[in-house]
């Protein structure tokens, strides 16, 4: 298998549970709030926060963007 196929395999079933977190480390450390991150989440996807919630908490497999 290519690599480039494995990395795309790989991405396509992360969970968002499994990265949400990340994403808060990332915005924080560039001085930015969660609640930032949220209110560009949900212009992107749709999804408020306790829909976001939900999709972590049931670690939903699911491409949000």
């Not at 790989?10 to 977190?21: C, D, G, I, L, W």
């Not at 994403?23 to 996807?45: H, N, P």
């Amino acid at each position: 298998m290519d690599k480039q196929k494995k990395h795309y395999e790989r991405m396509a079933t992360m969970t968002f549970s499994s990265v949400y977190p990340h994403y808060v480390t990332k915005v924080e450390k560039k001085g930015r709030t969660k609640d930032e991150l949220q209110q560009v989440i949900e212009w992107l996807t749709g999804y408020n926060e306790s829909q976001l919630q939900t999709l972590i908490d049931e670690k939903i497999l699911q491409n949000l963007f």
